[in-house]
Nanobody, 121 residues
Framework: QVQLVESGGGLVQPGGSLRLSCAASGSIVSINDMGWYRQAPGKQRELVATITSNGRTTYADSVKGRFAISRDNAKNTVYLQMNSLKPEDTAVYYC???????????????WGQGTQVTVSS
């Protein structure tokens, strides 16, 4: 089927940087939108950033100017570069991909397992 594999999470000090990666594999015809979401304990999941197949991006107000989303279509991979990290960025980060599986061109949403990002001194 389709699987999203994330990497790059960890523990960093305030002001530090991390780069998250998420690679999609399986019987994929193409991928439309990809994105990153995050969820802190006791809080609802929130959108962080999205990117279309042509490179159009959107960002949550809380991360504008600090985070950058990008993708490599040849590798079916989406990235999230996180700079100037703050303690309030601490959360589990999930990647998402809208995947085309066959000639019907119907779109299916898939999620990664999540990776922990902790920002603390």
């Amino acid at each position: 089927q389709v699987q999203l594999v994330e990497s790059g999470g960890g523990l960093v000090q305030p002001g530090g940087s991390l780069r998250l990666s998420c690679a999609a594999s399986g019987s994929i015809v193409s991928i439309n939108d990809m994105g990153w979401y995050r969820q802190a304990p006791g809080k609802q999941r929130e959108l962080v950033a999205t990117i279309t197949s042509n490179g159009r991006t959107t960002y949550a107000d809380s991360v504008k100017g600090r985070f950058a989303i990008s993708r490599d279509n040849a590798k079916n991979t989406v990235y999230l570069q996180m700079n100037s990290l703050k303690p309030e960025d601490t959360a589990v980060y999930y990647c998402n991909a809208d995947v085309i599986l066959d000639l019907s061109q119907r779109q299916y949403g898939y999620w990664g397992q999540g990776t922990q990002v902790t920002v603390s001194s």
